[in-house]
């Protein structure tokens, strides 16, 4: 069951994501954290566009890191080749995106279970040919550098700590959007096709514009995220946008719950941070580490992580009621 | 005045899977404000009526007519959008939803819900949200559910389900709802309870087609029975003409008579 979202709890929120690098600057161990922590708000961006489409609408995606690809070499050639500028290509990364998710998506929607995610897996493949292959372009293997960073009314975000903000109030703005979809109308409908598609049809539910909907509102996100990736790093190369990379996205949702919006945000800090600093010890075993999470959580905890509180909620209230017997 | 205007005429309809015939033919005129009861042997092409009505199969030949428009060719979700509604023969409740959600979600015609009018909460989204929940607890009081309107959909006893399943259906305030099989795996008190919430479906000014094997609810409700036998209109009356019927009484028995 879908818990209802507080505007306290998005509150606390806020202020966690304000609070952090000034936690962080004072403790010497984590100081370079609010870094990560911009990586890991990038990728909350995809896996929040992510859990609506998977968690909430019930439909599979292999291929989402292609739309972060896409986003992030879109801003790389524009800014690099056209002199650009950065807002413009975000955009624009945006509505491309979008087009090609709506070119993909309107016949590979009409699949289901494993042939969606094998159809997107494809496009993935191919996405990420592409990237290698089309030298001129996109500089095959050795990538593009040379992206112009981004600024902000004249106020350039060229330090960690105001990127981090930067990045990090969009993922608020657009968790909040995200949240507004699932408790309405909207939200419903997307949960109707999950449970049932005949039901949500003869409801009135218009099933193909929705799945469309949500599949083109993610890859958009996705492509965002991209977008904001590669105007940080300065930098892009083909294999950030391969076909782990889109597995471990599903990892992240998968171990933070994809059934409940929270879990994208968890799933992506903490998958995150073993990426970039907590696995490093494991070099390229790295890896088993990423399949036994996903093992692990989804024979133990197929709600995730966010499944938790419910969980134990309800094992207290057993426990009470047996309790009174 | 209008209680004799037919809601829905059927005519020349031909369905066919591969060479089997599945309806064939059986023309009829459902009368607005009343209850129809669809009955026949297995097999006889009610759910597959059903599916053609409400636009989940193309029929081959024949046309369909609701309040005078055609419906044929329309998707599901565009017929419902015209005012018919239907529950489903295998309950298909959305078992992720409360109580409450499944009745909001049937209100989905009368929601021009997009991304970003949801996204961005506008004005007019909240208070359209608003109005559905207090509508739908209404629905939920007719229904008999509004106890437990906080529950999963999925924690409630079968025949509270299908109780839902049409309480969702009436959320579309439909003119025309479709029921498939109301009191099929419920128990006689349940069943009763099925009989009555249908007959206050009718007061309420809603017509009703319902595929029903129970004779029991099909005698005590139904004004019109329509036979189908093997894709085909046997017979079409009033229940105690059909009771009476030769070739309603052949086809229920067979040849061979092992079967009533």
């Keep these: 069951m879908m818990l209802r979202i507080s505007k306290y709890s998005i509150f606390f929120f806020a202020l966690i994501i304000i609070l952090f690098p000034r936690i962080a600057s004072n403790i010497s161990a984590i100081e370079h954290y609010p870094d990560i922590m911009i990586f890991a708000g990038i990728y909350c961006l995809i896996t929040i566009g992510l859990s609506l489409l998977m968690g909430y609408a019930g439909q599979i995606s292999l291929g989402h890191g292609a739309f972060y690809g896409i986003g992030a070499y879109i801003s790389a050639i524009l800014t690099t080749r056209f002199g650009w500028n950065p807002w413009s290509c975000m955009v624009i990364g945006a509505v491309i995106t979008s087009i090609v998710a709506f070119v993909v998506g309107a016949p590979s929607l009409k699949l289901k279970g494993h042939y969606l995610a094998m159809a997107t897996l494809a496009f993935g493949v191919i996405v990420f040919i592409i990237f290698n292959e089309e030298i001129e372009w996109t500089g095959g293997p050795d990538g593009m550098t040379g992206i112009s960073g981004l600024t902000l009314f ?38 109707a096709i999950h449970s049932s598609e005949a039901a949500a049809m003869a409801m009135g539910v218009d099933v193909s514009r929705y799945k469309i909907m949500v599949f083109t509102y993610s890859a958009a996100l996705a492509s965002v995220a991209g977008s904001l990736y590669a105007h940080y790093l300065n930098f892009v ?52 580490v990423y399949g036994a999470i996903l093992l692990i959580v989804t024979i133990f905890l197929p709600q995730g992580l966010a499944g938790i509180p419910a969980i134990v909620k309800h094992w207290f209230r057993r426990t009470l009621s047996d309790g009174s017997r | 005045m209008e209680a004799d ?21 059986p023309d009829f005129v459902i009368r607005q404000g009343t209850i129809t009861a669809v009955i026949g042997p297995n097999g006889a092409g009610k759910t597959t009526l059903f599916n053609v009505i409400t636009g989940f199969l193309t029929p081959n030949e024949g046309t369909i007519h609701f309040r005078d428009q055609s419906i044929i060719n ?12 239907r529950t489903f023969q295998t309950v298909e409740i959305f078992e992720n939803m409360t109580v409450l959600e499944n009745v909001m979600l049937g209100f989905h015609t009368k929601l021009r819900s997009s991304f970003i009018s949801s996204g961005f909460q506008l004005p007019l989204t909240r208070r359209k949200e608003k109005e559905i929940k207090s509508k739908a607890m209404d629905i939920l009081k007719f229904i008999g559910l509004s106890g ?42 349940e069943s009763h309870l099925a009989s009555s919430l249908i007959m206050a479906i009718k007061e309420k000014g809603v017509t009703v087609v319902l595929v029903e094997h129970d004779m029991k609810v099909v ?15 046997i017979a079409y009356g009033t229940p105690e003409e059909i009771k009476n019927d030769p070739k309603v009484i052949e086809a229920y028995l067979g040849d061979d008579g092992a079967y009533a």
């Excluded at chain 1, 975000?157 to 408790?183: C, D, M, P, S």
């Excluded at chain 2, 005429?9 to 064939?24: H, N, R, T």
């Excluded at chain 2, 005698?219 to 209109?233: A, F, H, R, T």
Aim: glycine share 10%.
């Design chain 2, 148 to 189: 437990k309107w906080n529950e999963p959909a999925d924690s409630l006893p079968l025949g509270e389900q299908k109780v839902l399943e049409i309480g969702r259906a009436l959320a579309s305030d439909p003119a025309l709802i479709c029921l498939d099989e109301p009191a099929a795996g419920l128990n006689e008190t």
């Design chain 2, 219 to 233: 005698m005590d409700i139904s004004d019109e029975v329509l036979v189908l036998n093997y894709g085909q209109k």
């Design chain 1, 154 to 191: 004249g106020f350039p975000l060229n330090t960690v700590e105001r990127y981090y903000y930067f990045v990090w109030g969009i993922v608020l703005a657009v968790f909040i959007f995200t949240v507004n979809i699932i408790q309405s109308g909207s939200g419903r409908a997307l949960r």
């Design chain 2, 74 to 85: 329309l998707k599901p979700h565009e017929i419902a959008g015209l005012g018919i509604s």
């Design chain 2, 5 to 25: 205007k037919g809601i829905l005429k059927i005519s020349e309809l031909v369905m066919a899977f591969g060479g089997l015939m599945a309806l064939y033919k």
């Design chain 1, 237 to 288: 190369n083909p294999s950030s946008f391969d076909i782990f990379f889109s597995i471990k996205l599903l990892i992240m949702i998968a171990l933070g719950g994809m059934h409940y919006i929270w879990g994208a945000i968890i799933g992506a800090v903490i998958i995150t941070f073993l990426n970039y600093e907590w696995l490093h010890y494991f070099e390229e075993l790295e890896i088993l």
